[in-house]
């Protein structure tokens, strides 16, 4: 039991510092600079494309594509410009992220 405990502890621990690095790599590739986790600003909040995204199948292979290509006609009629300097592992990793915060 004592053991079981400890593991859980240790399993939260490393998995709180991931989520700040990948929010610290959607701010270092600008991503916050149009996107909120909680509200619009200029793209949708990211609770709404997890919403959108949870339990499909091919969303974080959707989500990577509009990343790296951008989107347009989703939300409204401002679109995403192609994001450039993201790789796809980058874009994957910030897809993951985004549909934790649903
Ligand atoms: C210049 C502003 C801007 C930047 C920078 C930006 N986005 Fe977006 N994003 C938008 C807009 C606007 C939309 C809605 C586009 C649409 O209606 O299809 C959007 C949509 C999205 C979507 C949802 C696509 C869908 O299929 O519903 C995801 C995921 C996303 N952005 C992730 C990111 C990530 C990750 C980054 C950083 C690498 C980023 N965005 C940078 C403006 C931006």
Do not use: F
């Not at 969303?59 to 409204?76: E, R």
């Not at 009629?77 to 985004?98: F, H």
């Amino acid at each position: 039991m004592k053991r079981l405990i400890l593991i859980s502890a240790i399993t939260l621990m490393a998995a709180a510092p991931a989520a700040r690095a990948d929010q610290a790599l959607a701010t270092s590739k600008a991503c916050m600079a149009c996107h909120a986790t909680d509200k619009k600003l200029v793209g949708p909040a990211y609770k709404e494309v997890a919403a959108k995204y949870a339990g499909k199948k091919d969303g974080v292979a959707t989500m990577v594509g509009k990343i790296m290509k951008g989107s347009s006609g989703d939300w409204g009629p401002v679109p995403m410009p192609a994001n450039v300097n993201v790789s796809n592992d980058e874009a994957t990793k910030l897809a993951k992220w985004i549909l934790t915060l649903k």
